[in-house]
Structure formats: C-alpha cells, structure tokens
C-alpha cells in the first residue's frame, strides 16, 4: 500500500521536496479515512504531524527550487480554508468538527500549492461527496437527517479527485 502511494506521490510530483507532501499526506489520508469512519474524528496526532511535515517539505522545496509563489499561496490558501471552515464550525457546532477544521487547513496547504482552482475543487468535489453519501444512507435508511456521518473522507476523496484532474504538480 505505501509503494503504491509513493508511487501516485511521484507520478503527481515528479523527483522533488514537493513530493515527500504528497506521499505523506496520503499515508495520512488512509490513517485519517479509516479512523473517521470508525470513531467519527479526526485525530491530531496524524493531522499535525502531517501539516509540519507537508509544510517542511513545500518549504524546502520554495528554497531549493524557487516555487515560492506557490508555497506562499499554499500558506495563505491553508489558513482561508481553515479560516472558513472554523467560521463554518462555529456557526454550527452539530456540522463540522474541530478535526474537520483542521483536516481542511491541511488541504488547503495541499491544493492551494497546484493552484487556487485546485483548492476550489478540491473542496467543492468533497462537499458534494459528503453531500450525496448523506443523501445515499438517507434514502437507504441507513441513517436519519440528523445522524451524524464521518465528513473527513468525502472531503479527501474532493481533494484526491481536483489533484488527478489537475495532473503532475511539477
């Protein structure tokens, strides 16, 4: 599983700091999916220490190959859509959580470095995941309007789907 993340990582990336992002954001993503499923949260023990090392990475990447551009819109794309998201979150505390908050910082990072159009479909494409999977286990009976449904995979599932879309990062 991880040789084929990596592999994904360096198809999207090519060979540079940018990559090691990629490849340890997906290893992240499996932890993150499987564990929201299961217990509906999104454990800071995977999500901070992939924010550091992402950031670390994209930084190093700005320094070695002058994409500063992009690092400083991925930064700046990381806090609008954890900003939003937490405006979102407090507004309405039975909707996202604090995880889904931070979970969609990590993203921005992530999409905001291939591209402000990445970051809105990144978004956009998972929003409508979570949207039609509620819609799925309502109309199945599944679960009822109000029972609450793990929202950190649909959301990584957008991100995924704008990131193929877009194609290599390099």
């Given at each position: 599983?991880?040789?084929?993340?990596?592999?994904?990582?360096?198809?999207?990336?090519?060979?540079?700091?940018?990559?090691?992002?990629?490849?340890?954001?997906?290893?992240?993503?499996?932890?993150?999916?499987?564990?929201?499923?299961?217990?509906?949260?999104?454990?800071?023990?995977?999500?901070?220490?992939?924010?550091?090392?992402c950031g670390a990475a994209l930084l190093a990447?700005?320094?070695?190959?002058?994409?500063?551009?992009?690092?400083?819109?991925?930064?700046?794309?990381?806090?609008?859509?954890?900003?939003?998201?937490?405006?979102?979150?407090?507004?309405?505390?039975?909707?996202?959580?604090?995880?889904?908050?931070?979970?969609?910082?990590?993203?921005?990072?992530?999409?905001?470095?291939?591209?402000?159009?990445?970051?809105?479909?990144?978004?956009?494409?998972?929003?409508?995941?979570?949207?039609?999977?509620?819609?799925?286990?309502?109309?199945?009976?599944?679960?009822?309007?109000?029972?609450?449904?793990?929202?950190?995979?649909?959301?990584?599932?957008?991100?995924?789907?704008?990131?193929?879309?877009?194609?290599?990062?390099?």
């Open positions: 599983m991880l040789a084929a993340l990596l592999c994904g990582a360096v198809l999207l990336g090519g060979d540079r700091p940018a990559t090691l992002a990629y490849a340890w954001a997906a290893g992240a993503a499996v932890v993150l999916a499987q564990v929201d499923l299961a217990v509906h949260r999104l454990p800071d023990r995977v999500t901070y220490p992939a924010a550091a090392v990447d700005a320094a070695l190959l002058g994409t500063w551009p992009a690092f400083l819109r991925a930064l700046l794309a990381a806090a609008v859509a954890g900003g939003v998201a937490l405006l979102a979150a407090l507004a309405g505390p039975s909707g996202l959580g604090l995880g889904d908050v931070k979970l969609l910082a990590l993203l921005g990072l992530l999409l905001g470095w291939a591209g402000w159009g990445v970051l809105l479909a990144g978004v956009f494409l998972g929003l409508l995941a979570g949207a039609g999977l509620s819609l799925v286990l309502v109309a199945t009976g599944r679960a009822g309007w109000r029972t609450p449904v793990a929202f950190g995979p649909p959301l990584l599932l957008g991100a995924v789907l704008a990131l193929l879309v877009e194609g290599p990062l390099a």
